[in-house]
């Protein structure tokens, strides 16, 4: 990620040097505690859709905090509410769900968990995408929030969200009444940790910041027979081939080069020996955008590309390629003008300007979005806390190219770093949001 610095500061109404120091001197008293949180849920990782460990420990904790606090939304999120006054609803999400990851990080408090995903693959469990920092500050956040009741007013709506690594757990949230059943909120706000950013460094992106994510499938049928024989077969390896080159010119020769897209065959499947010609061959794509119009013309591409490429290579109609594009596929995550625009403005005044960057829009996906497009009049924004160790980024001269990735085995964040910014980024926002009039 490019990252380019130096903001501009507007006369406004922003935390003083006094509050922000006291905000500072109370995170920093917090963070043993939180600490202690953090190692426990990186040694405890569940995976999507089966969180039931996390979720009542952290319910328990908001419910000494004071909150309203019902648990097993959306099959097993978290909703604590907290109305204090009148004002705007403003909703803080975190998502809490582990990956199917060995972990390799050599941490003391490695997970040596195990599990089984909704596809029936046991594996082991790993927070690899961070989200136990996520959890931890969400946490952190409630507990300064809940301190500084005469300081805010309106309600807070903290959500602690399924599995979001499989694009689900938004949905199920909002299926299961999120928006009718509680407060429906004005405002939406979540961070991630950053594997492209050095500990403590908060990026804002505006506008589009993460992409549609679109999983799709493609059987590409042939006419099996013996390797020695080709004329008595239709080579399913050639076509399928032929189909991964063309595809290749969808985002090179039919996309505007002003509109981001990617589309990725990660997985080729055909084949069991030297000698035979297979009777198919299995692709498996991952497709990204950010408008509904690139999305479309991506994901109808791949369809006329396979069947184009079967039909020159005189399959005939029973035996066209099948391409599935899986549900849900996971919406592009927008993050409003006018938030994302003050939440820079904030944070720079309140971390100074090196600690606070423009961040550029990534193809990765989230499904915070679904929070947002579920009423398009909300401000949303979700922005990213680095989580690099600040020796590692140097070591690597900045280039992320070097480190590890978000889902890597290896990505160790500096985790105090990202929870006690993030904690304090969420809560001065909240404080802004909320303002007392
Ligand atoms: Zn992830
Ligand atoms: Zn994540």
Redesign the pocket.
Known sequence: MKLTFGLVIAAMTLPTAANAAALQDAIRADMPQLMTLYRDLHANPELSMQEVRTPAKLAAEMRKLGFDVTEKVGKTGVVAVMKNGPGPVLLLRA?MDGLPVKEQTGLPFASKVRGTTLDGVESDVMHA???DT?ITAWLGTARRLAALKDKWSGTLVMVLQPG??LGLGAKAMLDDGLYTRFPKPDVLLAF??SASLPAGVIGVTRGYALANVDSVDIDVKGVGGHGAYPQTTKDPIVLASRIVVALQTLVSRENSPFDPAVVTVGSFQGGTKHNIIPDDVKLQLTVRSYTPEVRKKLLDGIARVARGEAIAAGLPEDRMPDVKVREPYTPSTYNTEKLSARLLELFGHNFGASRVVDAKAVMGG?DFSQFWLADKTKEATIFWVGGVPKAKWDAAGGDESKLPS?HSPFWAPDAEAVISTATEALTVSTLDVLKKS
């Open positions: 998502d995408c961070g989200h996520h979001e690594e991630h940790d989230e978000l």
